[in-house]
């Protein structure tokens, strides 16, 4: 449960934190590890934090305050940027490193409104009093884009990008610039302004310079180009070919429509040939990959509580009899989905019992 920011004064100090008094006989706790760093808290000191947990084990409900979490810097956003609290500007992302800094992504719902110069103000009044409450947190404040490389790109100011290359599958960009400074600057220091970045925009970030990824490029196309001239026994040319029509894999040879291929001026003859060949590889392929697949026993699949799912899940792990699971710790097969620590427990022991009879 995250709230907005709440306002107490400090009570008391405890070992790992402080009990914080936030009127009404209600108290709340401020870990150490949900502090700035470096700051310091006084008895009677008022402190301004966000309620993010309420732990309702033991005697009564505690409630934990965090000064570090990014919803801190979006609750004090709002209070500060009257666009914000009324969603004529909204914010979508934030990252922290707090008392350090912090990037923060707005969007604007009105096009006459600059989202970037609303959240800072006039001469910087409106960031400086956020960045105040943070102990001098720098905050950069970035424009959200819809197009992955833009935000990206934005996220990573003041370093001047060249181009980024997007993998939305695996949630990757690789970043490439012209000149080692700009590079640097988007690392930022010890990594800060990249780690922020990544973070904010939720892709794995890889940084490099022109030259190498050019190279890699090479590296990549050389090895696609040996391996369509190995697996299909076809001419380098023909195979330079289609690694520059973008064909990484026999998979896609063997069945993108044959229409594709016009584009380098294969006959009709020699488009059904080189198909046909990339077929039968891809289907050696998958009856390869099907006999390397192990079937659990068929004790394992009856088991009481086992379903086929997860039978065949702890069979690909190498759990292939009633004794290899008998064998296992809960930890070892609780991450199996549709599992858990909880049912894990009680099909290891449904396995053990063989052991006490």
């Not at 960031?127 to 720098?138: H, P």
């Not at 026993?297 to 004794?323: H, K, N």
Request: net charge negative; with cysteine.
């Amino acid at each position: 449960v995250c709230s907005s920011d709440l306002y107490g004064e400090v009570k008391k100090q405890t070992k790992d934190g402080f009990i914080i008094d936030l009127g009404d006989n209600a108290e709340a706790y401020l870990a150490r590890e949900e502090m700035i760093a470096k700051e310091i808290l006084r008895p009677k000191q008022r402190v301004n934090a966000i309620l993010y947990s309420v732990n309702r084990e033991g005697r009564g409900a505690q409630l934990l305050l965090s000064r570090a979490k990014p919803e801190m810097l979006i609750a004090l956003m709002k209070k500060e940027i009257p666009e914000i609290s009324e969603e004529i500007i909204e914010i979508k992302a934030a990252a922290r490193q707090p008392g350090v800094r912090a990037k923060i992504a707005v969007k604007t719902n009105d096009h006459r409104i600059d989202p970037v110069g609303a959240c800072i103000g006039m001469r910087g009044t409106r960031i400086q009093a956020v960045q105040s409450e943070l102990n001098g947190e720098r905050i950069d404040v970035v424009v959200w884009s819809d197009d992955a490389a833009q935000y990206i790109a934005s996220a990573l100011e003041p370093a001047d990008v060249s181009g980024i290359v997007i993998d939305e599958e695996e949630r990757t960009a690789d970043i490439i610039f012209a000149a080692s400074d700009q590079l640097a600057r988007a690392i930022g220091s010890q990594g800060q302004n990249v780690r922020l970045a990544s973070e904010l925009t939720g892709y794995k970030l890889n940084m490099m310079l022109e030259d190498e990824y050019h190279a890699r490029q090479q590296n990549e196309a050389q090895q696609y180009l040996d391996m369509f001239v190995t697996r299909l026994d076809i001419e380098e040319d023909l195979a330079m070919a289609l690694v520059e029509m973008g064909f990484t894999s026999v998979e896609e040879v063997a069945y993108v429509p044959a229409e594709t291929f016009e584009e380098i001026e294969l006959d009709a003859e020699t488009v059904e040939l080189l198909q046909g060949r990339a077929k039968e590889v891809a289907l050696a392929d998958a009856l390869k990959q099907q006999e390397d697949i192990q079937e659990p026993s068929p004790e394992l699949a009856a088991m009481e509580g086992m379903t086929q799912e997860v039978a065949y899940a702890l069979a690909a792990r190498g759990v292939v009899t009633v004794d290899d699971l008998a064998d296992q710790a809960t930890d070892d097969i609780a991450d199996i989905e549709g599992l858990g620590a909880e049912k894990a427990g009680q099909l290891i022991m449904k396995a053990r019992e063989s052991w006490f009879n």
